[in-house]
């Protein structure tokens, strides 16, 4: 992005900050706020969503953005990393329409490896890739922890999940897994945002064209991204958070 591109950017984000103050409260308390500018909007009001469903929460970024958006929806975040997830529940204490769960989401209820990497987002139940490792010097370091798994189908049933249901996917490479085990609920779901690549950054990863075939042949059509990483190096899309909304 070029200097001119970059203060055209800060430009419009200095303008929405102003036109819309919620957003000060949204920064500082962690959300995301490109996050809610994409949401902030009738298209995603009009879904009547009840119920949030976020899958690999880490320290609660998600979470935070959604309680602005949607102060009266009941959240349930799920975030395996013990020390992530403390400070999830310290960082969501305040808000009442919350819950989180100190578990991974996957394709069975078991216990699995877990690459526990030095930069705690890029932590996967996968193994980097190199080219990760490249792109991001700073995920090289990663240590071996074993955590508990669990299925979304599994927990739908156990938390009674609602009706106009919303679901979030951001588990790093592991996203068949969890729509293997969640299918059922996910079906259920008018609205899924799924982090979906390009390039395969862990062993093993789905890539976009393998999400979109399975969530369109259950019923969803894409409907755009609300943002997009790129490789530094040549500027090549990485990664995208996917928009899915169920047609019926």
């Known amino acids: 992005m070029s200097v001119i591109s970059k203060t055209m950017s800060r430009l419009r984000t200095l303008t929405y900050l102003i036109e819309r103050p919620v957003l000060f409260r949204v920064f500082k308390s962690g959300g995301i706020i490109s996050t809610f500018r994409h949401l902030d909007q009738k298209w995603f009001y009009d879904l009547g969503i009840n119920t949030v469903i976020d899958i690999g929460a880490n320290t609660g970024q998600f979470a935070i953005t959604m309680t602005y958006l949607l102060p009266e929806v009941m959240i349930y975040s799920f975030e395996p990393i013990p020390e992530c997830f403390q400070e999830l529940k310290q960082r969501m204490k305040f808000f009442i329409n919350f819950k989180a769960f100190n578990i991974g989401i996957g394709e069975a209820n078991t216990e699995s490896e877990f690459e526990y990497n ?63 085990g969640g299918e059922k609920t996910i079906k259920r779901a008018k ?55 169920q047609k019926n």
């Open 191 to 245: 609205l899924v945002i799924v982090e979906t690549s390009f390039e395969r950054l862990y062993e093993h990863q789905p890539l976009f064209h393998e999400i979109y075939t399975t969530l369109v042949n259950w019923g969803f059509e894409y409907a755009g991204d609300i943002g997009q990483s790129s490789n530094p190096h040549n500027g090549k899309t990485l990664q995208i958070d996917s928009i899915f909304i």
């Open 118 to 180: 030095s930069f705690s987002p890029s932590s996967s139940f996968l193994r980097i890739n190199d080219i990760h490792k490249n792109i991001y010097p700073n995920t090289c370091e990663t240590k071996n922890i074993t955590l508990k798994l669990t299925t979304l189908d599994n927990v739908a049933e156990e938390i009674k999940v609602a009706e106009s249901l919303m679901i979030k996917i951001d588990v790093q490479g592991y996203e068949e897994k969890v729509l293997i």
